[in-house]
């Protein structure tokens, strides 16, 4: 399994910006998908943006206008950049990726360990 390292979380104002980032540890073959999930206190995980190999993206209704999934492809990275942020949009935000990580090899999915992201005053 391919292990994912995330970076970019931490506190700020609301309207702040934040970008996260997460990329695989190792060398991999393909991207299938590479998105982002998120839990906050009490609650389950659920998607925040998703984007597949083709470029297409899909977002929660609640992000959707405000934050930008993006791929570095020369990197296997996935950033996501949230601006207007709402207290609301604190959690635990989560890097999720499909990845194949040699030809032929079936694709697995990995996640990151994790990153806060508090939006406070």
């Known amino acids: 399994q391919v292990q994912l390292v995330e970076s970019g979380g931490g506190l700020v104002q609301p309207g702040g910006s934040l970008r996260l980032s997460c990329a695989p540890s190792g060398s991999i073959f393909s991207i299938q998908t590479m998105g982002w999930f998120r839990q906050a206190p009490g609650n389950t995980r659920h998607l925040v943006a998703l984007?597949?190999?083709?470029?297409?993206?899909n977002y929660s209704d609640s992000v959707k206008g405000r934050f930008t999934i993006s791929i570095d492809s020369a990197k296997n990275a996935v950033h996501l950049q949230m601006n207007n942020l709402k207290p609301q949009d604190t959690a635990v935000y989560y890097c999720h990726a499909v990845l194949q990580v040699a030809d032929g090899v079936p694709p697995t999915a990995s996640w990151g360990q994790g990153t806060q992201v508090t939006v406070a005053s």
């Open positions: 984007i597949l190999s083709d470029g297409r993206t």
